[in-house]
């Protein structure tokens, strides 16, 4: 059994403050970046997630320590903790089966529906056939 990934800490972002992954320049830390389609469309504002805790594994963080500690300092990135990670996994799991309940009754809301139509659409056409025997 494989361990599990160990992490050295957590981040999130801090608005007003784009931040870019050390080693990923193109993956930003808890901030919705527009593409240039969306930039030339007049949409060009990133929109920051800072309720989003982004996990950093000890290898990354070992990997780029200096990076890292100075976004912490700086202020660029706030820093969170195991239990902000907690909290944050177990409300996306908390949303995630709301949404899975509220799909399944839609789709058994649709069911009934159709089975409602299907059953009226049957009675006129046995009546329709009993009236002209």
């Known amino acids: 059994m494989a361990d ?4 050295a800490l957590y981040v999130s972002s801090v608005p007003g403050r784009l931040v870019s992954r050390p080693g990923s320049p193109h993956s930003y ?4 970046v527009p593409t240039p389609e ?3 469309a007049g949409k060009g ?3 920051w997630q800072p309720d989003v805790v982004v996990p950093i594994l000890a290898s990354e963080y070992l990997q780029f320590i200096r990076e890292w500690d100075y976004l912490l300092t700086s ?6 903790t195991d239990a902000d ?6 409300a996306l799991e908390t949303t995630e089966a709301e949404r899975t309940k509220k ?5 058994k809301k ?24």
């Open 4 to 7: 599990e990934p160990k992490f």
């Open 29 to 32: 830390l808890g901030a919705k």
């Open 38 to 40: 969306e930039r030339q």
């Open 45 to 47: 504002e990133p929109s």
């Open 75 to 80: 202020g660029d990135l706030a820093k969170r």
């Open 85 to 90: 990670f907690v909290a944050y996994t177990k």
């Open 103 to 107: 799909l399944e009754a839609e789709a």
């Open 110 to 133: 649709a069911e009934a529906e159709a089975k409602k139509k299907a059953a009226e659409g049957e009675k006129p056409a046995a009546t329709t056939q009993g009236g002209s025997s």
